[in-house]
């Protein structure tokens, strides 16, 4: 059977496949000192639950965005290294750690760094083995094959997906979602003074009605 996610405390949502989710996760020490549940997603199922477009199947678009992480690598002096493919499929990796992470941040942290320190590609099979004994788990290609840990993983997304998860990485803190690297300060400022998502202008537009029709709401 598989467990909900417990939207009562505060979430981090992450999948491998997203440089900006490692560039995050590499500044931990900068984050709320709030206890985070890491639950993995599949990003790609976000995307199509929501109808969007993933960056990456735009040219332009895909440029822009390997450049900018690469800029904020080296901006934060992040080791940054891209796998010699992207998107590469993280299925592999996001199983591994539904199945064996346990809140384990640092468990997470090396399946990130394989990939995007290392510049490694973890869908292949001699890669993933490699992966697996890195972080302890060398049984780790039988354990993924569980039927149970997919349906764990699939819960997760519908879960994120119900909170209103559309990307990530994302926080969740306070009942209120923040999404993107470039979101950490908005993170720490609403930790330090909650109250401001109550201000009067933020609620203002918060709730504005779209000024074109087909657009949401």
């Known amino acids: 059977m598989t467990a909900g996610i417990d939207a009562t405390q505060p979430l981090w949502f992450y999948d ?13 020490d900068k984050w709320p000192g709030f206890d985070f549940a890491f639950t993995p997603v599949v990003l790609n199922d976000l995307y199509e639950h929501w109808g969007q477009r993933p960056a990456y199947s735009v040219p332009a ?14 901006q934060l002096g992040i080791p940054y290294k891209m796998p010699p493919s992207h998107p590469f ?16 941040i640092q468990f997470v942290r090396e399946i990130f760094r394989f990939i995007w320190r290392e510049g490694r590609d973890p869908s292949s099979d001699t890669a993933f083995a490699e992966l697996c004994d ?3 788990v060398p049984d780790g290609p039988e354990l993924i094959k569980s039927e149970a840990v997919l349906a ?4 997760n997304t519908a879960d994120a997906i119900g909170l209103g998860v559309y990307g990530v990485p994302t926080f969740r ?10 979101a950490l300060p908005m993170v720490l ?18 709730s504005l ?9």
């Open 209 to 217: 009605p779209a000024g074109l029709l087909g657009t949401a709401a």
């Open 152 to 155: 764990q993983l699939k819960r």
């Open 16 to 28: 491998f496949v997203s440089p900006f989710t490692y560039l995050l996760l590499e500044q931990h």
């Open 189 to 206: 400022y609403c930790a330090r003074t909650p109250n401001w998502l109550e201000s009067k202008e933020v609620k203002r537009v918060s």
């Open 173 to 182: 803190l306070n009942d209120q979602l923040f999404w993107g690297e470039d």
């Open 89 to 104: 499929d993280s299925t592999k990796p996001m199983l591994l750690a539904t199945a064996a992470a346990n809140g384990d």
């Open 134 to 136: 890195r972080v302890g």
């Open 61 to 74: 678009k895909r440029i822009f965005m390997y450049r900018h992480a690469l800029f904020r690598a080296e």
